[in-house]
């Protein structure tokens, strides 16, 4: 019989029996927000979630996907209409509640893949406060296409100017939303939106990111995008996202092997 790999499809009694493997748990994290006016607004999520739902499906034995968590943190984009944020310690608490739940069904080790900027700090507050409440669990976070080889790749095949390639809405995530589901990207739209001051960086972010700042996102950009989305391709986004895939399939290794240490209080 073959393995069931989405968490919400399984009963109790199949939930039980699974955590007696120690898969790891993959818990994909986005928001809705604008994304200019050719993607839909489930961007984050819906790249997110693809790239886990293909790392698990490569990797059944050792992982369980969860289901995508939609909303994030993003009260800089609420000039579009659409975008859903949903506040810091909001999320903080509900990404915690989550994997508690996890953890009193006797998981044991969880990766939380984020898909939005914005949510990066909170999403690896979350994977730090759960150690730290629990010692015998395993919890990181990650952030795709960010390893050295991925970052890479992004660089051989961009050929949008700074910051099209890594910036939102742009030609990397269009390209890759083109990969995944193109029927529902309108490229008529897809406009380059490079709105800021020539004279200043795209974001303040001072010395190699010594000192950082995030502006009202209706300041930095006319249509909600950032950078050049007619340099997308499919051919590009595949290339990407497989690359995106073999980051999450590692680290789903990386976890599973990882010894869990104890703790040692050396106050005692």
């Known amino acids: 019989m073959s393995i069931k790999y989405c968490y919400w499809e399984m009963s109790w009694p199949e939930i039980k029996e699974r955590v007696k493997d120690e898969p790891v748990c993959i818990i994909p994290v986005g928001v809705l927000e604008d994304h200019g006016p050719h993607l839909p607004l489930d961007t984050d999520v819906l790249i997110v979630n693809e790239i886990c739902k293909q790392a698990v499906e490569n990797n ?73 409440e629990h010692p015998e669990v395993l919890c990181a976070d990650f952030f795709y296409l960010t390893t050295p080889e991925s970052l890479k790749l992004i660089e051989e095949l961009r050929e949008s100017d700074y910051p099209g390639g890594i910036a939102h809405a742009c030609e990397l995530e269009t390209s890759l939303y083109l990969a995944i589901k193109p029927e529902l990207v309108d490229m008529s739209r897809a406009v380059k939106d490079i709105s800021y001051p020539e004279s200043q960086n795209f974001f303040f972010d001072w010395v190699d990111g010594s000192a950082r700042m995030m502006e009202w996102w209706s300041t930095l950009s006319k249509t909600g995008i950032m950078g050049d989305p007619t340099k997308a391709t499919v051919e590009k986004g595949k290339r990407w996202l497989k690359a995106a895939v073999g980051e999450i ?20």
Do not use: C, Q
């Not at 909001?90 to 508690?100: A, H, K, P, T």
């Not at 399939?249 to 869990?260: A, F, G």
């Open 60 to 132: 059944i034995a050792d992982s369980i996907l969860l289901p995508p968590v939609v909303h994030g943190y993003s009260p800089h984009h609420m000039d579009f209409p659409g975008t859903i944020s949903i506040r810091w310690n909001v999320l903080v608490e509900y990404l915690l509640d989550i994997n508690r739940s996890l953890i009193k069904h006797g998981f044991k080790r969880i990766l939380l893949v984020n898909g939005h900027g914005s949510n990066s700090s909170l999403v690896n507050m979350v994977s730090r406060l759960t150690i730290v």
């Open 249 to 268: 399939s590692s680290l789903i290794k990386e976890l599973k092997s990882r010894e869990i240490r104890k703790r040692v209080d050396h106050h005692l």
